[in-house]
């Protein structure tokens, strides 16, 4: 049972475009998410986050966008750099830090 | 810097040998974790630990077991490794003040032949 779900296993974008990453989940009780960036044989990093009392969230080019009526969150980056080609994972959490994460999404983004 | 350290980036074990994953983070955190990361799956937790000596099983816990015995370092145990557990895992710890940040290791590639 996948209770957060990211349907894109990869995403590819032209340098300054923007970069859209979606993430969709199930569970109700998720109060908090996460963004989470791996570059390879490297752990992943925290990158942004928003609670569910919000619908946006933002931190220099990167922002996440909640809709709690559909159960969606989307990250937005603007623009894309060449340095931001890497898995990025979505995450939810129920009050607690025990995370519940996505299959993961790889964006590519091209010079 | 939060640093969290896991012993082997990468090992190659043979099917029924016994496997231990070591991680030590140096932030006094009290909460530690290990999930695995397959293609198309994403992160899966394996097992958790609130403190010391005490443990919890996430969401695959089925053929591992984990030991905390100190506060700072926490071990995933594969008692009989089998092929399915050719993963890449993960050790991650958090405490600070943003509840869900956790702070990763780098991985640890274990290939099971």
């Known amino acids: 049972d996948q209770q957060v779900k990211q349907n894109s296993p990869s995403l590819s974008v032209q340098e300054g475009r923007i970069s859209i990453l979606n993430c969709d989940y199930t569970?109700?009780?998720?109060?908090?998410f996460l963004w989470y960036k791996k570059y390879p044989a490297e752990g992943p990093t925290f990158l942004i986050s928003?609670?569910?009392?919000?619908d946006k969230n933002e931190d220099g080019r990167f922002t996440v966008f909640l809709n709690k009526s559909s159960k969606h969150l989307s990250l937005h980056i603007v623009p894309s750099q060449p340095g931001d080609s890497a898995v990025y994972f979505c995450?939810?959490?129920?009050?607690?830090?025990?995370?519940?994460f996505g299959e993961g999404t790889q964006l590519t983004v091209n010079p | 810097d939060v640093k969290v350290t896991q012993s082997s980036r990468y090992l190659v074990k043979r099917t029924g040998e016994k496997v231990f994953l070591e991680c030590v983070q140096d932030?006094?955190?009290?909460?530690m974790f290990w999930y695995r990361q397959d293609p198309g799956l994403g992160l899966r937790l394996i097992y958790f630990?609130?403190?010391?000596?005490?443990?919890e099983k996430g969401d695959i816990p089925e053929g591992y077991s984990v030991s905390r015995e100190k506060k700072e370092r926490f071990s995933l145990i594969l008692e009989s490794a089998s092929t399915n557990q050719t993963s890449m895992y993960l050790c991650?710890?958090?405490?600070?003040?943003?509840?869900?940040?956790?702070?990763f290791g780098e991985g640890s590639r274990l290939t099971v032949l």
């Open positions: 991650a710890s958090t405490g600070g003040t943003r509840a869900g940040e956790l702070f």
């Open positions: 569970n109700s009780m998720f109060d908090y």
């Open positions: 928003i609670s569910s009392i919000k």
């Open positions: 995450a939810a959490s129920d009050r607690g830090s025990r995370l519940t």
């Open positions: 932030m006094d955190h009290e909460n």
């Open positions: 630990s609130y403190d010391v000596k005490m443990k």
